[in-house]
Antibody
Framework: QLQLQESGSGLVKPSQTLSLTCTVS??????????WNWIRQPPGKGLEWIGY???????NYNPSLKSRVTMSVDRSKNQFSLKLSSVTAADTAFFFC?????????????WGQGILVTVSS | EIVLTQSPGTLSLSPGERATLSCRAS???????LAWYQQKPGQAPRLLIY???SRATGIPDSFSGSGSGTDFTLTISRLEPEDFAVYYC?????????FGRGTKVEIK
């Protein structure tokens, strides 16, 4: 059974860079046909797609966040990562790492449990 | 970007009743690229429907999706206690993909 687990700092200061890693188990990140995504959800609010990365390293980011987002993949560790720069309180949210449905890069069938990141001084 | 409007915001129903949830798009969703997710408190969302009407693996046939263009519907034919949750629609026909704000199905 595929599992995804987010890790990283749960508290980030304003203007700093948020860094999260997703560790994939029960399957290989190098398997073709899937995108590896980050989606966030402010507490009590709706979902916002941040972007995805393929095992090849190709990326696609939400234009609203593109200037601040960097995603990377480490196939040797079966991990992918998110960096979000210049954070503000508006970036406080649960962050989910998510795998797409095979052949559908933007339909999401496996989700991590989520990690709460709070932006505060 | 495409804005998805879900209605109603909250649906109060009893177990055994039928639930009908609406998702309306600000522009036509190409190729019916619309998905539905269920989210329970403290949990990640779960994929229910994609391609407007295809059920994801393991989803019971009490869940069905329909629609095209700008109007889509998720129907739960008979509510079970575990179906009370928040439901989100998501379009992936236009970039960037977007989600609706959700419909909460609560116990009456």
């Amino acid at each position: 059974q595929l599992q995804l687990q987010e890790s990283g700092s749960g508290l980030v200061k304003p203007s700093q860079t948020l860094s999260l890693t997703c560790t994939v188990s029960g399957g290989s990140i190098s398997s073709g046909g899937y995108s590896w995504n980050w989606i966030r959800q402010p507490p009590g609010k709706g979902l916002e797609w941040i972007g995805y990365i393929y095992h090849s390293g190709g990326t696609n980011y939400n234009p609203s966040l593109k200037s601040r987002v960097t995603m990377s993949v480490d196939r040797s560790k079966n991990q992918f990562s998110l960096k979000l720069s210049s954070v503000t309180a508006a970036d406080t949210a649960f962050f989910f790492c998510v795998r797409s449905l095979r052949g559908y890069s933007q339909v999401f069938d496996y989700w991590g449990q989520g990690i709460l990141v709070t932006v505060s001084s | 970007e495409i804005v998805l409007t879900q209605s109603p915001g909250t649906l109060s129903l009893s177990p055994g009743e039928r639930a009908t949830l609406s998702c309306r798009a600000s522009q036509s969703v190409s190729s019916s690229y619309l998905a539905w997710y269920q989210q329970k408190p403290g949990q990640a969302p779960r994929l229910l429907i994609y391609g407007a009407s295809s059920r994801a693996t393991g989803i019971p046939d009490s869940f069905s999706g329909s629609g095209s263009g700008t109007d889509f519907t998720l129907t739960i034919s008979r509510l079970e206690p575990e179906d009370f949750a928040v439901y989100y629609c998501q379009q992936y026909g236009s970039s960037p993909l977007t989600f609706g704000r959700g419909t909460k199905v609560e116990i009456k």
